[in-house]
């Protein structure tokens, strides 16, 4: 028989506060932008068209154009889509990785596997989360796969950590300990008992990665590691921006206020999750 949940008592179920409200519709919105762009932009994102260089926006261009006359809102359509890939890569990557580290790492406390997987995880943390993406981005080279690589090894040790520390209070539980009496092997309980019930903070963890993950592609981009042109990029428009924010500031506003706004949306969706797995934590903020 399965443990029980990690979820909300009965009677708070359902709940929703401002953050998760707010922050789920302005992640849906940059998700509802990267899917639209598949099928739809107001002009091809990467065409150039120098007679209608810089202008400013307008009814034919929402954002204006660029330096070479490309769609600005076209290329925050496509960028939307090209920083979402990129978070859903590295988190992956961090999410199945770290968690399977720290699920080893939770069977034997102070063991040799725990102590090398925190002990690497304490060294991973010491360094900011851009710094480390930029650090593995200049020894692999450029490109939105090294990106991806890059932003995913830096976000593992939170997994690990939470992950492990998640598993060893399920460990002690009476439900685990009666499966283990029952004569059912670790990874049976792992798979059956645990992982099911730490799923929740581990999607809260995810989602606040997410943006983390958001914010260091357009970091890579701006400094030329992250995607590269001529598929656009948000960290790339604003670079390319610089020259022209004196004349015209939109071309630095718009892509600053998608990542802005894309950061702001999941993590205010990461914290009002965190909120609805667990009361205590709303009941303190009351």
């Known amino acids: 028989m399965r443990g029980p949940s990690a979820s909300l008592p009965r009677g708070r179920r359902g709940w929703a506060g401002p953050s998760l409200l707010i922050g789920a519709t302005l992640a849906a919105l940059v998700v509802a932008l990267a899917l639209v762009s598949f099928v739809w932009t107001p002009y091809e994102p990467t065409q150039m068209a120098i007679l209608k260089r810089l202008r400013p926006p307008s009814a034919e261009h929402w954002f204006g154009t660029d330096q070479f006359g490309r769609d600005v809102f076209s290329m925050i359509m496509v960028g939307a889509r090209n920083s979402l890939a990129v978070g859903l890569g590295a988190v992956g990557i961090a999410l199945l990785v770290g968690t399977a580290l720290g699920l080893a790492a939770s069977r034997r406390r102070d ?13 991973s943390l010491a360094f900011p989360a851009v710094l480390s993406a930029i650090m593995i981005g200049a020894v692999w080279g450029p490109g939105m796969h090294n990106a991806v690589i890059a932003i995913g090894l830096y976000s593992l040790p939170y997994f690990a950590r939470l992950a492990r520390g998640a598993a060893l209070q399920c460990r002690q539980l009476d439900y685990v300990q009666a499966a283990r009496a029952a004569g059912l092997s670790e990874a049976t309980i792992t798979r059956v008992h645990i992982l099911p019930n730490i799923a929740g903070v581990l999607v809260v963890q995810a989602t606040i990665q997410f943006a983390l993950a958001i914010l260091a592609e357009a970091g890579l981009s701006y400094l030329g590691l992250g995607t590269q042109p001529p598929a656009p990029s948000w960290g790339r428009m604003l ?16 892509p600053g206020a998608a990542i802005a706004l894309s950061v702001l949306a999941f993590n205010l969706l990461g914290d009002g999750l965190r909120d609805a797995v667990d009361p205590r934590t709303r009941r303190s903020r009351a």
């Not at 921006?241 to 718009?254: E, G, H, S, V």
């Open 239 to 254: 670079n390319e921006a610089q020259t022209f924010m004196a004349d015209q500031p939109w071309l630095a506003i718009f």
């Open 111 to 123: 063991g040799l596997l725990d102590h090398l997987v925190m002990r690497a995880a304490d060294f």
